[in-house]
């Protein structure tokens, strides 16, 4: 049957999405990243914005590709879990609240993509 290998590709495609649009605007808007980051308190701010870029970028194209993409989404999903905390606590309000659990399931998605990896449309099948 096709449609789980289509579905499995659209799912891909749809998380990497977000991190590549992510890491993008990290590189686009880099100043005004960085004083976000700055005024978080975060040791390292411009290591830590660089890294993020990076890291979000080509996890994102691995995904997209279905290639080593059990590995890209176990980078993405442990690189989540200070990010959520960091900057979207979820007791800073309604609208943190919100991109605290749109975190929360991504991370799902991301934990799916490492268990079963990424479908039978992908450069490599078994990553």
């Known amino acids: 049957m096709i449609y789980p290998d289509f579905a499995a590709l659209a799912g891909r495609a749809l998380i990497a999405l977000i991190f590549l649009f992510s890491g993008i605007d990290k590189f686009v808007h880099y100043a005004p990243t960085l004083g976000y980051m700055q005024k978080a308190g975060l040791p390292f701010p411009e290591l830590l914005l660089i890294?993020?870029?990076?890291?979000?970028?080509?996890?994102?194209?691995?995904?997209?590709?279905?290639?080593?993409?059990?590995?890209?989404?176990?980078?993405?999903?442990?690189?989540?879990?200070?990010?959520?905390?960091?900057?979207?606590?979820?007791?800073?309000?309604?609208?943190?609240?919100?991109?605290?659990?749109?975190?929360?399931?991504?991370?799902g998605g991301l934990l799916m993509l490492f268990a079963f990896g990424p479908g039978g449309i992908s450069v490599n099948r078994s990553s």
């Open 51 to 107: 890294a993020s870029a990076i890291i979000e970028t080509v996890a994102a194209l691995a995904i997209l590709a279905g290639w080593k993409t059990r590995w890209a989404a176990a980078a993405l999903f442990l690189w989540m879990i200070p990010v959520t905390w960091v900057f979207h606590n979820p007791a800073g309000g309604q609208e943190q609240m919100a991109h605290f659990m749109k975190n929360v399931a991504i991370s």
